[in-house]
Each structure stands twice: as structure tokens, then as C-alpha cells.
């Protein structure tokens, strides 16, 4: 089956520096990517969609010069959390969207393992 | 707001007993759903999928789901429970309204008491 990977599985960081978390789809091309935020304990808020070779669309109230978003290739979306604050310690979740389906719908999504990131 | 909601956050079982868990979307017109497993420290795997025609869908490891669009309801059933089915369980929806986005529900806690 289709399979996603994330690197880093965790990171510690200070505050004020710069994280990239990298998300790949390794059996398979994805134009749409997604990147997702779930909080201890709670569900995954989506953060923005990430499409090959243009520029990701975020979901509102999410800041985008603070989570920089770049899909370069059909099988590589990295997330850079910018600047980082304690605030952004959190579970960041990364999926692909399985080629097929029909447009909108009737496709599947298949997760990354999510990068733990921790902020001092 | 649109949304999806999970009414049980957490519900605990003996094995062997019976599971429904329910699940509700307020996105109008053609919608895609899907139940979502997490095991403790494993991520996100699909149980099962309704996109059209029948609605009632099976899945994997007993799970089933029924789709009943007059209630705006797709909720996850299993006739009997293992310790194994310990986890959080997401139901998640993608409407034309949606986009291409899926949208989750809060999350129900699963624990099965051997």
C-alpha cells in the first residue's frame, strides 16, 4: 500500500529558531499534499493544502509567513515552522493524496507518522 | 460552522461487548467519509471508506459503518470488541463544499477492558 514518511519523527528546538519537517510519499506521486496540526488529546485541525509546483493554501487563522510551505516535487512537501515559539509545540501530521478519484472526491488520503516538535 | 462531530470522547468496554460509535457532518450535498484509526504511537490508518452505492460498508478487522444521509450519520459499529481495538477513532468527511480538504471529528478514546 501507498506509504508517507516524515522526517523528523521528533525535534527540540529553542525559541526564535527555524524547524523543517519533511513529508514523502514513497511509493507513489502526489500532486496535493496535506499538513495537519493535532493538539494531546484532540482531533487534526488541517493547516493548509500543499500542491506540486504551486503555492499551498492555508486554512484560516493559520499564519502562513510562520509555516512555510513547499511542495517542490510529486513526492516531497516540507513544513517550516519559522521563528518558533513554546506555542508551536505540537504534533504536526502530514498526508498524500492517492492518485484516482474523480476531482474533488473519491480519493483516499494516507498519513505520514507525524513529527513530534518541542519548543523550549 | 461546518463540522463533524463525535459525541462519545471516550468510551470503555469489556471484550466481547458490543461498539457503535457515533458520527455526524453538517456539509451538505455529495460527501465522502472515512473512519480512522490511531493506535498508541502509530499514526492514522483507514478502516473503511464510503464514497457511493451501498451504505453500509465493511472494513478491515470487523468494522463496519452505515451511511445514512437523511441523519447526516456514518457511525462505526462492531459486533464484538478485543482488546486489541484499544485506540482513538476519527471519523473524517470530504464534501464538495470542502474542497479537497478533509475535515476530522474530535476523536473517541476506545479502551477495552480484557
Known amino acids: 500500500g501507498a506509504v508517507v514518511s516524515q522526517h523528523p519523527s521528533w525535534v527540540i528546538c529553542k525559541s526564535g529558531t527555524s524547524v523543517k519537517i519533511e513529508c514523502r510519499s514513497l511509493?507513489?506521486?502526489?500532486?496535493?499534499m496535506f499538513w495537519y496540526r493535532q493538539f494531546p488529546k484532540q482531533s487534526l485541525m488541517l493547516m493548509a493544502t500543499s500542491n506540486e509546483g504551486s503555492k499551498a493554501t492555508y486554512e484560516q487563522g493559520v499564519e502562513k509567513d510562520k509555516f512555510l510551505i513547499n511542495h517542490a516535487s510529486l513526492t516531497l512537501s516540507t513544513l517550516t515552522v519559522t521563528s518558533a515559539h513554546p506555542e508551536d509545540s505540537s504534533f504536526y501530521i502530514c498526508s498524500a493524496r492517492v492518485p484516482g478519484g474523480q476531482g474533488l472526491l473519491g480519493y483516499e488520503q494516507y498519513f505520514g507518522p507525524g513529527t513530534r516538535l518541542t519548543v523550549t | 460552522a461546518q463540522s463533524v462531530s463525535q459525541h462519545n470522547h471516550h468510551v470503555i468496554l469489556s471484550e466481547a461487548a458490543s461498539l457503535e460509535l457515533g458520527c455526524n457532518y453538517s456539509y451538505g450535498g455529495t460527501v465522502n467519509l472515512f473512519w480512522y484509526v490511531q493506535y498508541p504511537g502509530q499514526h492514522l490508518q483507514l478502516l473503511l471508506k464510503?464514497?457511493?452505492?451501498?451504505?453500509l460498508v465493511k472494513g478491515i478487522k470487523g468494522f463496519e459503518a452505515e451511511f445514512i444521509k437523511s441523519k447526516f450519520s456514518f457511525n462505526l459499529r462492531k459486533p464484538s470488541v478485543q482488546w486489541s481495538d484499544t485506540a482513538e477513532y476519527f471519523c473524517a468527511v470530504n464534501a464538495m463544499s470542502t474542497g479537497n480538504q478533509f475535515y476530522f471529528g474530535t476523536g473517541t478514546s476506545l479502551t477495552v477492558i480484557p
Open positions: 511509493d507513489f506521486q502526489a500532486t496535493t
Open positions: 464510503y464514497f457511493s452505492g451501498d451504505p
